[in-house]
């Protein structure tokens, strides 16, 4: 019998690594033969997860966590056609039937066959659908010939793993903020939030030929990291209010499109930037935003908070400014990234030189047991991307 250990939740501030099941290809009784299992080559720590081992969603004990993914397929189900053995691959954090109304048109974040309880699935997420997640050695995946993205060629993918590793999530998310708020050739851009998925939305911005690209947050060190490839920032723990640092750098107090990179664990401006406050970024970007811009929201934003501070944000429900962004119609684009998307043209911009996104998020790569501290030092504000490396594969 073979051997699978994963990260698994246990309570709030707690992660432990766990000896799990070695995957089966089955969807509880049912055989998986579109499905394949996966050794997992590297596997990202994400903000996503932080929601939950905060204690801030109503994640279950030992659930396995995990949903940025890729690996090397070890075994495949007798319907999958096209996807082999050998092939090193790329998984999309949502799970895709391939089938329903919402994949065929791409909006794969919102499938509709793959949870029962609401449209959209991902491994190793709560309310997601119940799949078991992949910061583990092996792991299922279904719907292979859907999901997965192949590389080209192994060793060359092999060389830039750490880039290609956040095509899982990450890089895609950070695009898709950018892609919906309308970025462009030219574009100046507020990017609320300095963590992975900001400064892979920074990043992107520069891809997309922005002119300017402004990062707002509150931590020292990751508004460094956004400096270090030509970012504008502002430390949002100053008095000085974020439309004047704005003015500051490009004389005018509004950008011509913003994206939340924050979601709902958002703190407040000044001197509040040590306070929760939810609906923080959601109301600045409407203000900083000229009329008729876009706003992406790739932040998450949940439908139970336990740990909200009062009883209409323990439902999701923020105090949010609609009548400002109604006024200045402005767009809002929110939900799952549909990774699918952009996961192909992502990959080739990194194989090309086009872009250096593990550099952009300061990828540090971990063992399997070093993942509860990598949990804890992203918690701290780390200004990294924590990748983990279940079966010391990845190259110095
Ligand atoms: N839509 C998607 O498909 C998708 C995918 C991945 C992640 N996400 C979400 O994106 C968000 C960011 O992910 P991450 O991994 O970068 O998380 P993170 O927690 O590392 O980063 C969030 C950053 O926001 C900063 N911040 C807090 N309040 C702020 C404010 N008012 N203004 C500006 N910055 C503020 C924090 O200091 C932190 O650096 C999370 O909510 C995550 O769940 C969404
Ligand atoms: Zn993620
Ligand atoms: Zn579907």
């Known amino acids: 019998m073979c051997q699978n250990h994963g990260v698994a939740y246990i309570k709030p501030g707690v992660v ?16 998986c033969h579109h499905g394949v299992i996966l050794q997992i080559v590297s596997t990202n720590i994400c903000g996503s997860d932080q929601h939950m081992v905060r204690g801030r969603t109503t994640a279950p004990a030992g659930l396995v966590l995990g949903h940025e993914i890729t690996g090397l397929v070890i075994e495949a189900g007798r319907d999958v056609e096209f996807v082999k053995v050998g092939d090193l691959v790329s ?34 997420y709560v309310d997601m659908g119940g799949w078991v997640g992949g910061q583990a050695e092996y792991v299922m995946v279904p719907y292979a010939d859907f999901n997965l993205l192949k590389f080209p060629d192994k060793d060359q993918a092999m060389a830039k793993i750490r880039d290609l590793t956040l095509l899982s999530d990450i890089f895609p998310t950070g695009y898709h903020g950018a892609v919906t708020a309308g970025v462009g050739p030219g574009s100046i851009v507020y990017v609320a939030g300095a963590g992975p998925v900001g400064l892979a939305c920074a990043a992107s911005c520069h891809l997309l030929g922005a002119a300017v690209v402004i990062v707002g947050d509150m931590i020292p060190e990751r508004l460094e ?10 430390d949002l723990r100053k008095d000085t209010p974020l439309a004047d640092q704005i003015a500051a750098i490009i004389g005018v107090p509004e950008v011509d499109c913003a994206v939340d990179c924050v979601g709902f664990e958002a703190r407040g401006h000044g001197s ?22 876009a706003l992406g929201i790739p932040g998450l934003y949940v439908t139970g908070d336990p740990g909200a ?3 209409a944000a323990k439902e999701g429900s923020l105090s949010i400014r609609i ?3 109604w006024a200045k119609s402005h767009s809002f684009y929110t939900g799952q990234c549909p990774v699918m998307k952009y996961h192909r043209q992502l990959m080739n911009a990194i194989l090309y030189d086009k872009i250096q996104i593990a550099k952009a ?36």
Do not use: W
Request: charged share 20%; proline share 6%.
């Open 323 to 325: 009548g400002l962004g």
């Open 16 to 31: 432990e690594v766990q000896s799990i099941e070695y995957p089966k290809l089955a969807i509880g009784d049912r055989m």
């Open 309 to 311: 501070a009062d009883d």
């Open 225 to 234: 990291q956004a400096k270090s490839f030509g970012c504008e920032i502002v």
């Open 91 to 124: 998984v999309p954090f949502n799970i895709a039937c391939g089938r329903c109304r919402n994949c065929k048109v791409g909006q794969t974040g919102i499938c509709l066959n793959v949870n029962p309880a609401r449209p959209g699935a991902a491994y190793g």
């Open 272 to 293: 509040d930037a040590g306070t929760e406050r939810p609906a923080t970024v959601l109301n600045a970007i409407m203000s900083v935003t000229r009329a008729g811009g």
């Open 361 to 396: 998020v300061n990828v540090e790569v971990i063992s399997l047991d070093k993942a509860p501290k990598g949990y804890q030092d992203f918690d701290k504000g780390a200004a990294k991307k924590f990748v983990i490396d279940p079966h010391g594969m990845i190259p110095n």
